[in-house]
């Protein structure tokens, strides 16, 4: 006979005779099959009992084969038995369910690991030389709490149009000097209302703004992602929902500002996105007077931690008052002064970028 067997047929057998809940299979202490023998040790309070057990066990048992039924007492109860827990599911890769944005070929990132480097306007006129090369190029303005994509691209008074479509409800990203721009700042009543969402409002804004936007009939190849700083919650979200082909980092010279460099390739390597390479913004400054360079924020070192984390300095932008001054009226720099050293060293960087994820996807 089979243990299994046996004892499911005593955890079938009530005792609601003597007026107790309890089945047989409740109180056995201890239980052992040979052939058609059992012999099987098992609790009562009271020798009033034991008759009335020994025939309900062996009225069980008999029908099942047993042939001799060897019934012992004991008035100690059983141990609880305790049921082990199922084993934990293996554990599932975050990344295994990333997906290709809507007709997108490249995705690139612009991050930096602190705030105040400038890493929007090297965001935006990154797309912008990308789209003076000739490509067909897209930004968008992932910094939900801080959205400047709309004033840098003159776009703010841009409406956005909403379709339907078999695929869902898209929105239909607006064009400004050739790039076709989306940011969470077009959705908000003026430019000063403060985003005040929460963790599941704001990520399920965000997957619209992945998956949900119209980028035109052709596909973009490019999409520029301008990242809030720092390391957090929509970083590695993006990073475990979409197949990102690299991120840039961006940077000033300041050892405080490097600091962060380093957490943010590190950041990347978790979520498994290849690095692309460090901008350094405001590396110098040229005085228009004299021709002479200043490096304001003292001698970089970003060229040397790019190498010692296996990533390389894509350029170094200068500081540049129209840089900031067309960015107020809405004007990359890029496309407003096409002769000047910053936007030479953006079309340098645009390039590099170009060629190593043309080389990358070869």
């Not at 060897?70 to 997906?99: I, L, Y």
């Not at 969402?197 to 009939?217: H, M, N, S, Y």
């Given at each position: 006979?089979?243990?299994?067997?046996?004892?499911?047929?005593?955890?079938?057998?009530?005792?609601?005779?003597?007026?107790?809940?309890?089945?047989?299979s409740?109180i056995?202490?201890?239980?052992?099959?040979?052939?058609?023998?059992?012999?099987?040790?098992?609790?009562?309070?009271?020798?009033?009992?034991?008759?009335?057990?020994?025939?309900?066990?062996?009225?069980?048992?008999?029908?099942?084969?047993?042939?001799h039924?060897?019934?012992?007492?004991?008035?100690?109860?059983?141990?609880?038995?305790?049921?082990?827990?199922?084993?934990?599911?293996?554990?599932?890769?975050?990344?295994?369910?990333?997906?290709?944005?809507?007709?997108?070929?490249?995705?690139?990132?612009?991050?930096?690991?602190k705030?105040?480097?400038?890493?929007?306007?090297?965001?935006?006129?990154?797309?912008?030389?990308?789209?003076?090369?000739?490509?067909?190029?897209g930004?968008?303005?992932?910094?939900?709490?801080?959205?400047?994509?709309?004033?840098?691209?003159?776009?703010?008074?841009?409406?956005?149009?909403?379709?339907?479509?078999?695929e869902?409800?898209?929105?239909?990203?607006?064009?400004?000097?050739?790039?076709?721009?989306?940011?969470?700042?077009?959705?908000?009543?003026?430019?000063?209302?403060?985003?005040?969402?929460?963790?599941?409002?704001?990520?399920?804004?965000?997957?619209?703004?992945?998956?949900?936007?119209?980028?035109?009939?052709?596909?973009?190849?490019?999409?520029?992602?301008?990242?809030?700083?720092?390391?957090?919650?929509?970083?590695?979200?993006?990073?475990?929902?979409?197949?990102?082909?690299?991120?840039?980092?961006?940077?000033?010279?300041?050892?405080?500002?490097?600091?962060?460099v380093?957490?943010?390739?590190?950041?990347?390597?978790?979520?498994?996105i290849?690095?692309?390479?460090?901008?350094?913004?405001?590396?110098?400054?040229?005085?228009?007077?004299?021709?002479?360079?200043?490096?304001?924020?003292?001698?970089?070192?970003?060229?040397?931690?790019?190498?010692?984390?296996?990533?390389?300095?894509?350029?170094?932008?200068?500081?540049?008052?129209?840089?900031?001054?067309?960015?107020?009226?809405?004007?990359?720099?890029?496309?407003?002064?096409?002769?000047?050293?910053?936007?030479?060293?953006?079309?340098?960087?645009?390039?590099?970028?170009?060629?190593?994820?043309?080389?990358?996807?070869?």
């Amino acid at each position: 006979m089979a243990l299994q067997g046996v004892m499911d047929a005593l955890k079938r057998t009530t005792l609601q005779e003597i007026g107790v809940s309890f089945s047989l299979s409740d109180i056995i202490k201890d239980i052992r099959i040979s052939g058609d023998d059992v012999y099987i040790k098992i609790f009562s309070p009271s020798e009033k009992y034991y008759d009335y057990l020994r025939e309900k066990i062996k009225s069980t048992l008999k029908p099942l084969g047993a042939k001799h039924i060897e019934v012992e007492f004991s008035q100690e109860p059983p141990v609880q038995r305790q049921t082990q827990p199922p084993p934990p599911p293996p554990p599932q890769n975050p990344f295994e369910n990333r997906r290709r944005i809507p007709k997108v070929d490249k995705v690139i990132l612009v991050a930096s690991g602190k705030g105040g480097v400038g890493k929007s306007t090297v965001a935006v006129n990154i797309a912008s030389a990308l789209r003076r090369l000739g490509y067909n190029v897209g930004y968008l303005d992932a910094d939900m709490y801080g959205p400047s994509g709309p004033t840098m691209f003159g776009a703010k008074d841009k409406k956005v149009i909403a379709k339907e479509t078999p695929e869902g409800t898209k929105i239909i990203a607006p064009e400004a000097h050739g790039v076709k721009v989306m940011s969470i700042g077009f959705l908000l009543p003026s430019e000063d209302t403060p985003v005040i969402w929460r963790g599941p409002v704001l990520f399920k804004a965000l997957t619209q703004f992945l998956f949900d936007i119209d980028w035109g009939e052709e596909n973009l190849d490019f999409l520029v992602v301008d990242l809030p700083p720092g390391t957090g919650d929509i970083q590695i979200t993006i990073g475990q929902t979409v197949e990102v082909d690299g991120a840039i980092i961006v940077t000033t010279p300041q050892d405080v500002a490097l600091i962060d460099v380093k957490k943010g390739i590190q950041m990347f390597n978790e979520v498994q996105i290849p690095i692309i390479g460090v901008v350094e913004n405001m590396s110098y400054f040229i005085c228009p007077d004299s021709g002479k360079k200043y490096e304001i924020f003292g001698k970089s070192k970003t060229a040397d931690v790019a190498k010692d984390y296996s990533t390389e300095l894509l350029g170094q932008i200068p500081t540049d008052p129209k840089v900031a001054e067309f960015s107020d009226l809405g004007i990359p720099v890029v496309l407003a002064k096409e002769d000047s050293t910053v936007t030479q060293e953006f079309l340098s960087i645009a390039r590099k970028l170009v060629e190593k994820l043309t080389r990358k996807g070869a």
